[in-house]
């Protein structure tokens, strides 16, 4: 999985269906009837489990979608690390509910733990991850589009990843390269090359003066020239290493 929906309304969607799990779980199944409990005490006790559920799911929508935003990778040890998240601030929410005056429950908290908590993350688990793995399928296709902003806050040119070609230095500016139409078209910006370099990491440096996008290399031309998609440019001795490596 490297992957995280962080959509809060699909997220909070998901969470509505556990909530109704552990409701029809905890209500009709009575996993942990012990013949002490009335009908009023399981209802209270379904619509409490089933509620901090929902409210829990809702924290941890929150909390991952910055830690998300934050870090801009996910796998598969965040994803444990979010599902112990869950499981805690539930345990403690509901043994809070449990032990208050709507329900005075005697058991202590080991016991809880053991005779009714384990029983509802076992028969949760499963559900809640592949309830996770449905929500990468409802992220957005999004195509990758390239910003490119001057010094001039007017100064803006977006593109996508695809048809940008190359990058040359122009003095103060750069010249950008990109199809469009089917013709290769240039823009100038000002600002400098390193400063796209570092900006694109997919960019091959080729010459101190001209970055390439990898993808519209086609061939070379001789040892010190090549051929990019409807432009040529030459290669300098240091970075040719990183061309052939492609």
């Known amino acids: 999985m490297k992957q995280l929906n962080i959509s809060i309304k699909h997220n909070l969607i998901i969470g509505l269906g556990i909530a109704l799990w552990i409701f029809v779980f ?8 012990d013949g002490t409990l009335d009908f009023r005490s399981w209802f209270f006790m379904s619509i409490g489990f089933s509620s901090m559920a929902f409210l829990c799911y809702g924290i941890l929508a929150v909390v991952q979608k910055r830690v998300y935003e934050k870090i801009s990778i996910w796998n598969l040890k965040f994803e444990a690390i979010s599902l112990i998240f869950f499981y805690l601030i539930y345990l403690i929410a509901v ?19 053991i005779i009714i908590f384990i029983k509802v993350a076992l028969i949760l688990t499963p559900v809640i991850i592949l309830a996770r793995r449905y929500l990468l399928k409802l992220i957005p296709v ?7 902003r001057g010094e001039n806050k007017l100064d803006v040119l977006k593109i996508k ?6 990058i040359s230095n122009a003095q103060n500016y750069v010249e950008i390269f990109y199809v469009e139409s089917g013709k290769l078209t240039s823009k100038l910006i000002r600002t400098s090359l390193k400063k796209v370099q570092d900006d694109f990491g997919f960019l091959v440096q080729i010459h101190r003066s001209h970055l390439i996008n990898p993808i519209h290399f086609k061939s070379w031309r001789n040892q010190n020239t090549i051929i990019l998609t409807q432009i040529e440019l ?6 040719k290493e990183a061309l052939l490596a492609l």
Do not use: H, M, R, W
Not at 142 to 148: G, H
Not at 161 to 166: P, S, T
């Open 26 to 33: 905890a209500f009709v199944i009575k996993p942990f009837d």
């Open 95 to 113: 043994y809070t509910y449990y032990k208050s005056p709507i329900l005075n429950g005697g058991y202590s908290f080991t016991a809880f733990f």
């Open 234 to 239: 030459p290669v300098s001795k240091n970075y």
């Open 161 to 166: 990843q695809e048809d940008l070609v190359c």
């Open 142 to 148: 999004q195509e990758d589009i390239l910003t490119f």
